[in-house]
């Protein structure tokens, strides 16, 4: 397998699953302003839509979107515990948890990183984000992860997207359940060598 990342992106969180899974991939930089990877080829020619994550199989399929591709590494392994068995309401949670974080988080963002947007808009954006994570703060109180004592492939994501705060100001300081998950989850020998390899440690 490949996985196609971008330091300080989304892609950290399926980087993480693969080592959480305990699989092997080949990890391929991309810049994404230049959308070409480190040799200058065109990252395009890869996936149309230019953004990662993208992982590619041993048998040239492709997978975009960060929920689909934790999914599918996640069941690779299923002795690891990263997704619960298909058919239980535990798996439609880590699921509903998956959905959220991409939808209600992760893209959240996206008008925060563009630079193109007006200043005055800047704390409307900003309140939205907080709200939804005092919400997650909220839900995991009494907690060590998302779903309870079990690491996920949520708990990934969260892991991942709760990061960017500072990079625009988003302010989660005050959220404490929120601060020890991402400490607890920082700690774990397969995040930190996710990170180090991807020069965020």
Not at 81 to 104: D, I, K, M, N
Request: with cysteine; charged share 20%.
């Amino acid at each position: 397998m490949k996985l196609y990342f971008a330091p300080g992106a989304c892609s950290l969180c399926p980087h993480i699953v693969v080592l959480e899974a305990g699989l092997t991939a080949e990890t391929v930089q991309v810049n994404l302003k230049a959308h070409q990877l480190l040799d200058g080829s065109d990252y395009y020619a890869i996936n149309s839509r230019g953004y990662v994550p993208l992982l590619e199989l041993d048998d040239g399929q492709r997978i975009t979107e960060n929920a689909a591709i934790v999914q599918y590494l996640a069941e690779r392994a299923p002795d690891r515990g990263l997704l619960p068995p298909a058919g239980t309401l535990a798996r439609t949670r880590v699921q509903e948890w998956l959905a959220f974080v991409g939808s209600e988080l992760h893209k959240g963002f996206s008008p925060l990183f563009n630079p193109a947007l007006p200043e005055e808009a800047r704390p409307i954006f900003k309140k939205k984000l907080l709200d939804r994570f005092g919400w997650v703060n909220q839900q995991l109180a009494g907690k060590s992860y998302l779903m309870g004592e079990a690491f996920t492939v949520a708990d990934a994501y969260l892991f991942v997207i709760t990061g960017w705060a500072g990079r625009v100001g988003v302010d989660i300081a005050g959220l404490e359940n929120l601060a020890a998950h991402q400490a607890r989850t920082r700690q774990r020998p397969e995040v930190q060598a996710a990170l180090q390899a991807e020069g965020q440690a």
